[in-house]
């Protein structure tokens, strides 16, 4: 069956940016990635996400020495009042292409980025993008055409890192704001596996706009101790549709589906976190307000069953929000001890960015103890 990617696709076109950063995307881009370099795989009927969509694509602060890219595990995770509510979640399901697909831009206006140095940090934005792109392919019984378009509005961004490195290891802080005006994306396709006799169709269209500010401040006494706090504020706005049928009988499916929501939130969090060998850990607190609405329904076969639901919520009020997570580096060595690293000459060990070419001081009364203790 055509699978639909459950997240939005980012562009290849666009750099990566740093675990510790949230940068707005550079420009509209409706070509993904995964078209070209993916394994190819069935396409499979959207599943409703679980996860809010937030206009502000904030980047978790990275926990100290923890690898880029490392996976993070949520353990536990308690929400009151309406903060669960708050946050419509849909609108991001699109075809994914299969491998070798043809890409046929129609617009592509890339807008004029800029980047400009101000008050110690750096400023960068765009007056805005716009895309627009078929997508098709047709070979080994499988079919897949599709439109999409993607529209972003002015946005800029700012952003200050500050880093000392001392005698006890390396300190950095960081402020970060970001302000979206407007960003809006769409995508209709159908799919079809002759051989599987797999089918599906979708149309899906999201609008988005939001301002954030975030500001955060770490610690590491090396690669093995360290901690972090973090302190972050947004609002947004969103609406979004979208529909799907698919046809599968090898899973006797025969289904339609299809949901539209709106919000408009503003929250305030807070993080703290740390390591300590290799267990690391944190935990979030935060408080949401706002006003949300979200409709759905499906009727047909779905994996033999018969199912037809309809749903609607509306909330609108104040709920909090509270959450841990703990992660096991097992990749991490436990030399050298943690008396090493205490001193800047040591600091890349730590992962976190400090000044080049600095001084090794002497060692520490601290340094000492912990290298007469454990033997560093």
């Known amino acids: 069956m055509p699978r639909i990617n459950p997240k939005l696709s980012r562009s290849a076109t666009l750099p990566t940016p740093k675990a510790s950063q949230f940068t707005p995307p550079a420009r509209a881009s409706t070509l993904p990635p995964s078209a070209l370099s993916s394994p190819a795989s069935k396409p499979v009927a959207a599943r409703p996400t679980t996860s809010a969509p937030a206009a502000l694509e904030s980047k978790p602060l990275k926990h100290p020495a923890l690898p880029e890219g490392a996976p993070t595990y949520s353990p536990w995770e308690k929400s009151t009042g309406e903060a669960s509510n708050l946050m419509v979640s849909g609108g991001d399901n699109k075809l994914t292409p299969p491998p070798g697909a043809k890409q046929n831009l129609l617009i592509d206006k890339p807008g004029s980025p800029f980047q400009k140095d101000v008050f110690g940090g750096t400023v960068s934005g765009n007056v805005g993008s716009m895309q627009a792109s078929t997508t098709s392919h047709h070979g080994g019984g499988l079919h897949h055409y599709s439109a999409q378009a993607e529209l972003n509005g002015p946005h800029a961004s700012y952003e200050l890192q500050k880093v000392h490195a001392g005698r006890l290891g390396v300190t ?41 500010v975030a500001a955060s401040a770490s610690h590491d006494f090396n690669r093995h101790l360290g901690a972090y706090v973090k302190g972050e504020g947004k609002a947004s706005a969103t609406a979004f549709a979208e529909g799907v049928a698919s046809v599968d009988p090898k899973t006797a499916t025969a289904l339609l589906s299809g949901q539209v929501g709106a919000a408009a939130t503003a929250g305030a969090y807070g993080t703290v976190g740390g390591h300590v060998g290799r267990l690391h850990g944190s935990a979030t607190a935060g408080v949401v307000a706002g006003a949300a609405a979200q409709a759905g329904g499906k009727i047909g076969l779905e994996n033999g069953f018969f199912k037809q639901s309809a749903d609607l919520n509306a909330a609108a009020g104040v709920g909090t929000h509270f959450k841990t997570d703990v992660a096991v580096d097992l990749r991490h060595h436990i030399k050298p001890g943690i008396a090493a690293g205490l001193r800047p000459s040591l600091a890349t060990a730590s992962a976190v960015a400090s000044p080049a070419g600095v001084v090794e001081p002497e060692k520490s009364r601290l340094e000492k103890f912990f290298a007469n203790t454990f033997g560093g």
């Not at 302000?179 to 899906?204: C, E, I, P, R, W």
């Open 172 to 212: 950095t802080g960081q402020l970060t704001a970001e302000a979206n005006a407007f960003k809006a994306s769409a995508q209709a396709g159908v799919s079809a596996d002759t051989k599987g006799h797999a089918y599906t169709a979708a149309l899906t269209g999201k609008a988005e706009t939001g301002v954030g």
